[in-house]
């Protein structure tokens, strides 16, 4: 913190005016000259204090804008299984929002000062209520799939409750986890630093300021794009689907470039979502994505179907194999064991994380043993759940900290409702329940400590960890094995996936040096809105695309539902349902063993500096398990030209290729709300079909 030589008010008013585009934001005094609040001069510094930094505006804001990346990741989630965190989303557009609203509306009202710790605050609420959505993407619609639940309006309760337990002892368990990732190993957390820069750059000058809202305007631009291109798609099929092939087979009457485009969907989809992934993904998860899509859809399945190999291209069938089934296995065996060898071949940070958890469980019950003897002897002890735990290398005073009867009494409360939700419901037994808790506690832990040092979040390898647990453990029958299978998966993934954002989020104000306290209330604001927009948006796409939670395996449905069939299959396997026929188990084993081995040799065997050139083999058991080829096709015309805009324009990239992301990837996911709603209502779409395969109705979008 620069210190300055005694100056009096007046010159101190004329340094501040005459250096503005070069001093912090949060400097600036509130005179007419400067228009910005700042102390009084003195012989210190010059420097803003926040006196409140849980606000309601920042906390209702950051929440609904969470809601919106809650909308896409559930459209991304139901695609292909891809979601992504609402942080710098949330921090660059409550920043674009709230800061005119502080110096143009009265307090009462909203305004006030707004500084970066506030704005961490927005960030959190943001990710809280944009991050509840892992169940209703895999497991619940693969619970409807197998026949063990009825519908999502009948189960209503049962969803509900069970949502309001996954929102909160994820959020309860990150307080204890903090303690030991963020402040006694004080991991890299590379997107939370991302995001914590991003707040620091947007409040510490005048430039910062106007990058801030150039970016915001960037965002909001490709957002209210994307968002009307969906919208004008759903009654103009040219801007939702083009059939280059198609059109091009059927000028030059060669049948099989008809075929590649109408049977096995090698077609262009406006898919801004995937654009704006591909923006943001490295070429050795876009490029194995596509060519092994091309591979196994483009060539050895159309081979295999002429020759009647294969009985048809997608579907299942009673008698033969179709591509699809056949490849589901290898690419589950490859897209898990590559999971779970990443893992592992972290055998430090895996060990870091679950001696960590057991450590920080046995001295968590060490200490509650305590205060109960201390409190049942009446004798004061040295803990109090009053108070709370601090570390030698604790930054912040108790008052900015979180309470530990707060969090304790939530968890134990979270577990209590938890176990009753899941027993009434559910028909697991509280034993099973109780198992699954802890394990998730465990697998957070081991989700955290990957995610702090590798930015990469093992949601699905914690999960099936857990269902491959669950599978030593009976139910009365098959169908209630498969149900406490599913649901202690996903019980482990929700604990996990919530554990690592809220860290993560708590990782992030540490660098800007907000208060969790502040965070920790924003985020249980945040996962209230969560509960409500979650469940929401699933009944509302289930009710109008009815093909995510039919049994009928061979109904067309707009989404790929990758995840869904990758939890019903694992389920199927560990549970006694699936078989598979010979050829299929020997690819199967040989796409296991790819999975194992690759890691291994990538970490232990190849250089370092050619590590950035390895293909990334969970994406290529991704690209055999999703078989609509437009999500690879879109994801890489999003990384192309990304490459593109880095070559032309370098800065230009740096500054603004997240903004733009980030707009595509919200505003197509608003779009397939009104898209849904539109179904509902039955309002008819396709007014023009010109660009229909043979410009008949039924076949366009």
Same mark, same amino acid.
């Given at each position: 913190?620069?210190?300055?030589?005694?100056?009096?008010?007046?010159?101190?008013?004329?340094?501040?005016?005459?250096?503005?585009?070069?001093?912090?934001?949060?400097?600036?005094?509130?005179?007419?000259?400067?228009?910005?609040?700042?102390?009084?001069?003195?012989?210190?510094?010059?420097?803003?204090?926040?006196?409140?930094?849980?606000?309601? @505006?920042?906390?209702?804001?950051?929440?609904?804008?969470?809601?919106?990346?809650?909308?896409?990741?559930? &459209?991304?989630?139901?695609?292909?299984?891809?979601?992504?965190?609402?942080?710098?989303?949330?921090?660059?557009?409550?920043?674009?929002?709230?800061?005119?609203?502080?110096?143009?509306?009265?307090?009462?009202?909203?305004?006030?000062?707004?500084?970066?710790?506030?704005?961490?605050?927005?960030?959190?609420?943001?990710?809280?209520?944009?991050?509840?959505?892992?169940?209703?993407?895999?497991?619940?619609?693969?619970? &409807? #799939?197998?026949?063990?639940?009825?519908?999502?309006?009948?189960?209503?309760?049962?969803?509900?409750?069970?949502?309001?337990?996954?929102?909160? &002892?994820?959020?309860?368990? $990150?307080?204890?986890? @903090? @303690?030991?990732?963020?402040?006694?190993?004080?991991?890299?957390?590379?997107?939370?630093?991302?995001?914590?820069?991003?707040?620091?750059?947007?409040?510490?000058?005048?430039?910062?300021?106007?990058?801030?809202?150039?970016?915001?305007?960037? %965002?909001?631009?490709?957002?209210?794009?994307?968002?009307?291109?969906?919208?004008?798609?759903?009654?103009?099929?040219?801007?939702?689907?083009?059939?280059?092939?198609?059109?091009?087979?059927?000028?030059?009457? &060669?049948?099989?470039?008809?075929?590649?485009?109408?049977?096995?969907?090698?077609?262009? #989809?406006?898919?801004?979502?995937?654009?704006?992934?591909?923006? %943001?993904?490295?070429?050795?998860?876009?490029?194995?994505?596509?060519?092994?899509?091309?591979?196994?859809?483009?060539?050895?399945?159309?081979?295999?179907?002429?020759?009647?190999?294969?009985?048809?291209?997608?579907?299942?069938?009673?008698?033969?194999?179709?591509?699809?089934?056949?490849?589901?296995?290898?690419?589950?065996? !490859?897209?898990?064991? $590559?999971?779970?060898?990443?893992?592992?071949?972290?055998?430090?940070?895996?060990?870091?994380?679950?001696?960590?958890?057991?450590?920080?469980?046995?001295?968590?019950?060490?200490?509650?043993?305590?205060?109960?003897?201390?409190?049942?002897?009446?004798?004061?002890?040295?803990?109090?759940?009053?108070?709370?735990?601090?570390?030698?290398?604790?930054?912040?005073?108790?008052?900015?900290?979180?309470?530990?009867?707060?969090?304790?009494?939530?968890? %134990?409360?979270?577990?209590?409702?938890?176990?009753?939700?899941?027993?009434?419901?559910?028909?697991?037994?509280?034993?099973?329940?109780?198992?699954?808790?802890?394990?998730?506690?465990?697998?957070?832990?081991?989700?955290?400590?990957?995610?702090?040092?590798?930015?990469?979040?093992?949601?699905?390898?914690?999960?099936?960890?857990?269902?491959?647990?669950?599978?030593?453990?009976?139910?009365?029958?098959?169908?209630?094995?498969?149900?406490?299978?599913?649901?202690?998966?996903?019980?482990?993934?929700?604990?996990?996936?919530?554990?690592?954002?809220?860290?993560?989020?708590?990782?992030?104000?540490?660098?800007?040096?907000?208060?969790?306290?502040?965070?920790?209330?924003?985020?249980?604001?945040?996962?209230?809105?969560?509960?409500?927009?979650?469940? $929401?948006?699933?009944?509302?796409?289930?009710?109008?695309?009815?093909?995510?939670?039919?049994?009928?395996?061979?109904?067309?449905?707009?989404?790929?539902?990758?995840?869904?069939?990758?939890?019903?299959?694992?389920?199927?396997?560990?549970?006694?349902?699936?078989?598979?026929?010979?050829?299929?188990?020997?690819?199967?084993?040989?796409?296991?063993?790819?999975?194992?081995?690759?890691?291994?040799?990538?970490?232990?065997?190849?250089?370092?500096?050619?590590?950035?050139?390895?293909?990334?083999?969970?994406?290529?058991? !991704? $690209?055999?398990?999703?078989?609509?080829?437009?999500?690879?096709?879109?994801?890489?015309?999003?990384?192309?030209?990304?490459?593109?805009? #880095? @070559?032309?324009?370098?800065?230009?990239?740096?500054?603004?290729?997240?903004?733009?992301?980030?707009?595509?990837?919200?505003?197509?996911?608003?779009?397939?709300?009104?898209?849904?709603?539109?179904?509902?209502?039955?309002?008819?779409?396709?007014?023009?079909?010109?660009?229909?395969?043979?410009?008949?109705?039924?076949?366009?979008?």
């Amino acid at each position: 913190m620069m210190k300055t030589p005694f100056v009096s008010k007046e010159d101190s008013i004329g340094i501040l005016a005459d250096n503005k585009d070069s001093i912090p934001l949060d400097c600036f005094a509130t005179h007419p000259q400067l228009q910005q609040p700042c102390l009084e001069a003195g012989p210190a510094t010059i420097e803003h204090v926040e006196t409140h930094q849980f606000t309601w @505006r920042s906390s209702v804001l950051g929440s609904l804008l969470g809601c919106f990346v809650a909308a896409s990741n559930m &459209y991304l989630g139901l695609k292909v299984g891809f979601t992504f965190g609402a942080g710098i989303f949330g921090a660059i557009f409550s920043f674009a929002l709230i800061r005119p609203m502080s110096t143009r509306l009265p307090t009462w009202f909203g305004g006030g000062y707004f500084g970066p710790k506030e704005n961490v605050t927005a960030q959190s609420a943001a990710t809280a209520a944009g991050g509840l959505f892992s169940g209703f993407i895999s497991a619940i619609p693969a619970l &409807y #799939k197998l026949g063990l639940m009825s519908t999502p309006r009948k189960d209503m309760a049962a969803l509900a409750l069970f949502t309001i337990a996954a929102a909160f &002892y994820g959020l309860f368990f $990150a307080i204890p986890l @903090r @303690r030991h990732f963020v402040v006694k190993q004080d991991l890299t957390f590379p997107t939370p630093r991302a995001a914590a820069t991003t707040i620091l750059s947007l409040h510490n000058s005048v430039d910062g300021a106007q990058a801030g809202f150039r970016k915001a305007k960037w %965002m909001a631009f490709w957002f209210l794009l994307t968002f009307s291109w969906g919208v004008l798609g759903y009654f103009v099929p040219f801007f939702d689907t083009l059939h280059i092939l198609w059109w091009i087979g059927h000028a030059t009457g &060669y049948s099989n470039m008809m075929a590649a485009d109408q049977t096995w969907t090698w077609h262009l #989809k406006f898919d801004f979502p995937f654009f704006g992934a591909g923006l %943001m993904t490295p070429g050795s998860v876009v490029l194995p994505f596509l060519i092994a899509t091309i591979i196994v859809y483009g060539i050895i399945g159309p081979v295999l179907v002429s020759s009647g190999y294969f009985v048809r291209a997608f579907g299942f069938v009673d008698k033969g194999e179709t591509a699809r089934s056949f490849f589901l296995w290898p690419g589950i065996a !490859l897209l898990v064991l $590559a999971s779970f060898a990443e893992l592992f071949v972290r055998y430090d940070s895996l060990y870091r994380g679950i001696k960590g958890g057991v450590l920080e469980l046995c001295t968590l019950l060490k200490r509650g043993g305590m205060h109960v003897v201390s409190a049942l002897r009446r004798r004061p002890g040295t803990y109090s759940v009053r108070r709370p735990n601090t570390h030698p290398d604790e930054e912040y005073a108790p008052e900015e900290l979180v309470p530990a009867y707060w969090w304790m009494t939530g968890v %134990m409360l979270t577990v209590v409702f938890t176990c009753a939700v899941m027993g009434v419901y559910f028909g697991m037994p509280v034993y099973q329940t109780i198992v699954s808790v802890i394990l998730a506690f465990l697998m957070a832990f081991v989700g955290i400590q990957a995610a702090g040092e590798t930015d990469i979040n093992p949601t699905g390898s914690v999960a099936k960890m857990s269902q491959l647990i669950f599978a030593g453990m009976s139910g009365t029958n098959m169908a209630q094995n498969q149900m406490n299978n599913l649901m202690a998966g996903n019980i482990t993934a929700s604990a996990a996936a919530q554990s690592v954002d809220m860290v993560g989020d708590l990782k992030a104000g540490q660098i800007v040096g907000a208060s969790p306290r502040s965070q920790f209330l924003a985020q249980l604001v945040g996962s209230v809105f969560a509960v409500f927009i979650a469940l $929401a948006l699933f009944v509302l796409f289930t009710d109008a695309y009815p093909c995510i939670l039919d049994m009928d395996v061979n109904a067309p449905c707009e989404f790929g539902l990758t995840g869904v069939w990758a939890w019903m299959s694992v389920t199927r396997l560990l549970t006694g349902g699936a078989v598979l026929s010979k050829p299929c188990i020997v690819v199967t084993a040989v796409m296991a063993a790819a999975g194992v081995c690759g890691p291994v040799g990538r970490h232990f065997i190849l250089p370092q500096k050619f590590h950035r050139y390895f293909p990334s083999l969970s994406v290529i058991g !991704l $690209a055999m398990i999703n078989s609509t080829p437009d999500v690879p096709i879109s994801m890489c015309v999003g990384w192309l030209a990304g490459k593109i805009w #880095k @070559r032309i324009r370098a800065k230009s990239y740096e500054e603004y290729m997240y903004s733009a992301a980030g707009g595509m990837i919200a505003g197509q996911g608003v779009s397939a709300i009104f898209k849904a709603i539109f179904q509902l209502a039955n309002v008819k779409g396709s007014i023009t079909i010109v660009s229909c395969i043979d410009q008949v109705a039924k076949n366009c979008p």
